[in-house]
């Protein structure tokens, strides 16, 4: 019998043991990657390569409060902005849905590709989008769910303004973080509401990065003790804002994690103990034939290990496997996440966890061998 064969007769020997431990393991460590990456979801904001060239201008008192039109003429004239673009949320609910699973946007539509040059849509599509006043773009993801297409007629009741929005589906286009908007223009919006003079916030493309600072200092003095002051920030920035709205989830996310862990540690080391324990006579022969302490602690060490390395790959592994080969996250959170992506630094941080439990777990049954001499060892029994 080899030494790797011994390891792992020991570790099987009750297999129903053995089985419920590196499950243990594997749904504490598949419940630990869902947490992570639910945290990364919600923390950290997609980005593209277009991002780092956009401003939105919004009230500084609540985003909630509208700007008044008044204000474009202002931020053309700012040096380094190329273009600039009402953007306003509509809010509409589709098919009488209960929820919303995408927004709408009001903007101008010639502005789209050179603010969000990412997005991809057909020259014709753009084209017709851009003559017709009712018309709109869907995102590709919004448009298979839904199983639309170029001219279906598509109706929107707001939640926010007092009219009800019927557009024609005039193209579709893909290529950005998040391809479930739907897009329409912003002068539709104004005639139908009759909300004219009002915009939700300003998008805008920045020249270059180097401009970015000037220009959101520029904006925000330009406005500064005004009836409709602003405030000017990076897409990220605006993004992370939404985030904090969430209050601190970080904290309470890891507190969680916290939790799943510590209770992880307590199971894996009280089976490891159990299993040690029940083999004190065979680890005391092997004292006497030799074997050092040290020698014991590495075959424990071992078995630990094996376990808690077993119960990752399959609880890590798993969450992996099905988290980037089903959409089971946007069927479950009906498309509000899209993505659910395990990410490399995540697959580290449960390894590391998962290497450190079978350490951890091996200390104790160690040190009870360690204390236990080979004539009380002897007398235990199986």
């Not at 792992?8 to 431990?21: D, E, P, T, W, Y």
């Not at 989008?129 to 001219?151: E, H, M, P, S, W």
């Not at 680890?283 to 014991?296: E, H, M, P, S, T």
């Not at 395990?342 to 204390?371: K, Q």
Request: hydrophobic content about 50%; glycine content about 8%; charged content about 20%.
């Amino acid at each position: 019998m080899t030494t790797g064969s011994f390891i792992v007769k020991n570790a099987f020997r009750n297999k129903r043991r053995a089985a419920l431990s590196i499950l243990s393991v594997a749904v504490s460590l598949f419940l630990l990657v869902t947490l992570l990456v639910g945290l990364r979801e919600f923390t950290v904001p997609i980005e593209d390569v277009g991002a780092a060239l956009r401003v939105v201008v919004r009230s500084k008192v609540s985003i909630a409060n509208f700007l008044p039109a008044r204000q474009r003429s202002t931020i053309e004239r700012v040096p380094g902005v190329e273009a600039v673009s009402p953007f306003s949320w509509f809010g509409g609910k589709f098919r009488n849905e209960e929820s919303m699973t995408f927004a709408q946007f009001a903007m101008e539509a010639d502005k789209l590709t050179r603010i969000f040059g990412e997005a991809k849509v057909p020259p014709d599509q753009l084209e017709a989008f851009i003559k017709n006043q009712r018309g709109c773009i869907v995102g590709k993801i919004t448009a298979d769910k839904y199983k639309l297409k170029i001219g279906d007629w598509i109706p929107f009741t707001s939640v926010i303004y007092p009219c009800t929005l019927e557009m024609q589906v005039m193209g579709i286009y893909e290529g950005t973080p998040d391809d479930r908007n739907v897009l329409f223009h912003h002068k539709y919006l104004d005639e139908s509401c009759g909300s004219p003079g009002w915009v939700g916030t300003w998008w805008l493309k920045v020249r270059s990065a180097e401009d970015m600072p000037s220009v959101l200092d520029s904006i925000n003095k330009a406005f500064a003790n005004t009836s409709a002051e602003v405030r000017a920030e990076s897409e990220r920035a605006f993004q992370l804002s939404f985030i904090s709205m969430l209050g601190d989830i970080t904290l309470l996310v890891n507190s969680i994690c916290s939790v799943v862990i510590f209770t992880l540690v307590l199971v894996t080391a009280s089976t490891m103990s159990m299993a040690i324990r029940e083999r004190f006579r065979e680890l005391a022969v092997l004292k006497a034939l030799g074997y050092r302490r040290r020698d014991l602690f590495a075959f424990i060490l071992a078995e630990s290990f094996g376990l808690a390395a077993l119960g990752a790959l399959i609880g890590v592994g798993g969450a992996w496997a099905l988290y980037t080969f089903t959409p089971i996250m946007s069927a479950v959170t009906k498309g509000i996440i899209i993505r659910f992506e395990v990410t490399p630094r995540i697959i580290g941080v449960a390894a590391t966890v998962a290497a450190g439990l079978g350490i951890i777990a091996s200390i104790a049954p160690s040190i009870a061998v360690a204390r236990t001499s080979v004539v009380n060892g002897l007398k235990t029994l199986d």
